[in-house]
């Protein structure tokens, strides 16, 4: 299953509590495993990550900006997909621990926690954003031929 986040407002990303539903497709919950997707047809761009999430993927395809907050974390063998020119940051107070790695397609992606421990590919004409604090030791490659346009990594301090 694939749940997309939702517009009720509700804002919190949590696991089997239907109490905290903001997803669509099916039920309205979230269950670890699922194939989570966060798109435009959302007008909550907020997540406040409120549990261990284990996404059996996670897929981000907007224009728009997706922020990922909350004292959450993602783990397990999913993998993170970021598609549209849009921003993602993940700024989850927690450090994130999902394997799967992190494919960045297009638009920007600012890694304000812990990205996990897969690898993070870079596609053509892309920004990753990593604070100067945890950017030693963040294993990236990229998909863009050289130098037409190759991704951007910049430091913010």
Known sequence: MSPGWGNSGANAWDVNNSANADWTVGRSYFVNGDNATFDDTSSYHTVSLIATAS???????????YAINGAGLLAGTGALSKDGAGTLTLGNSTANTF???????????ILNQTPGTGAITLG???????????SAGI??????????????????R
């Open 55 to 65: 996404p059996g993927s996670i897929e981000v395809n907007t224009g728009s900006s």
């Open 99 to 109: 394997t799967g790695g992190i494919l960045l397609n297009a638009g920007t992606l």
């Open 139 to 156: 294993p990236c490659s990229s998909t863009a031929p050289r130098p037409l346009m190759a991704p951007r990594i910049t430091s913010a």
């Open 124 to 134: 053509n004409g892309t920004t990753l954003t990593v604070p100067a604090r945890r």
